[in-house]
């Protein structure tokens, strides 16, 4: 019988080291040939295994997206939070990401605004806590973040077609005019519920000069419901109750959200970039000369929608994925 083994020079069986090279190179041949006849394992595992594996690279969404719920679930998570400055740096990662996925994958703009708006609460929460910190520093509050969307509005609302600009002004108008009611009824005036107001009529304001031969916006809106629930009130949409000036305000996030998706869409269907629907990679093939511009506008209009949902939550809203967005728990990804 012929032995299996070689003996090496010291007389015990065993493999040489020629040998042990062809034995692993075969089983991780024979490896790949099992996965890829299993059809089992996820390409997105696979890509981060071998990245060099052409032909299952990600699309610029798909990226975007991952990384994205990457670092959502390790700024929840206290192994990823225990180092150093983690505690402001995950979540504010994880909102800047988000706004890249708002981008890059329009049928996904819904989810990624309001879990942008959650991160940024969370890196808002967590900087209050730690005020010495000099990361606290870095952390935009609401109104400092919805001034930045509303200066760089100009630019971003001649993206919209009339309908668009029309139905973005008009529920800017109407929230300002809402919040504005509301804190003239507050004892003694609210001054920080003014200045909201105020912002959103500025963005109104905006969104009305993007087309000049109409303006949508309305002197007076109803009131009834302000005046029947000055303090709390149910949010249509979920059954929640809330803070009254918060469901304003993620209402008017909600209907922007609506009118930027289908204005992120179209630009993205005429530029090229980020598409994912086809699960291919785009990397190679660049973008159109107009792309950078016109992706820097978008960010303005995901932005602004998602500084209003940030604003509702500091005001009060319930922070939680559900209570924003009813479709977050029939992703298909891995719950977090």
Request: proline share 6%; glycine share 6%; aromatic share 4%.
């Amino acid at each position: 019988m012929q032995t299996l083994l070689r003996l090496g020079a010291n007389g015990r069986g065993g493999l040489n080291r020629r040998s042990m090279g062809r034995f692993r190179r075969c089983l991780l041949l024979l490896l790949g040939v099992f996965v890829t006849a299993s059809g089992c394992a996820s390409p997105i595992a696979i890509q981060r295994v071998d990245p060099h594996q052409d032909n299952l690279s990600l699309s610029s969404c798909d990226r975007a997206w991952t990384d994205a719920r990457l670092l959502t679930r390790r700024a929840a998570d206290p192994f990823f939070t225990s180092a150093a400055g983690a505690r402001i740096i995950l979540p504010l990662a994880a909102a800047q990401t988000w706004q890249d996925v708002t981008v890059r994958c329009p049928t996904r703009f819904d989810e990624a605004v309001n879990r942008s708006a959650l991160a940024w609460m969370t890196a808002h929460t967590r900087a209050q806590q730690t005020p010495a910190s000099p990361l606290s520093a870095t952390v935009e509050d609401p109104g400092t973040l919805t001034t930045q969307a509303v200066q760089s509005l100009p630019a971003a609302a001649r993206l919209l077609n009339p309908v668009q600009v029309s139905d973005a002004a008009k529920a800017e108008d109407e929230s300002g005019f809402s919040l504005i009611l509301l804190a003239g009824r507050r004892p003694g005036g609210d001054q920080a519920l003014l200045s909201v107001g105020d912002r959103h009529h500025e963005a109104a304001q905006t969104l009305a000069s993007a087309d000049p031969t109409a303006d949508p916006r309305q002197a007076v809106y109803s009131v009834q419901k302000l005046l029947k629930h000055p303090q709390t009130m149910t949010d249509p949409a979920n059954g929640l109750e809330a803070p009254t000036e918060s469901v304003v305000e993620v209402n008017c996030a909600r209907s922007l959200t609506q009118v930027f998706r289908s204005a992120v869409s179209t630009v993205q269907d005429a530029d090229g970039f980020g598409t994912a629907s086809q699960g291919r990679d785009d990397r190679s093939e660049g973008p159109t000369p107009a792309c950078h511009e016109h992706e820097s506008t978008l960010r303005t209009l995901s932005l602004l929608a998602t500084a209003h949902t940030y604003t509702a939550l500091s005001q009060g809203y319930p922070a939680f994925p559900q209570a924003l967005l009813s479709f977050v728990q029939e992703s298909t990804a891995p719950n977090e």
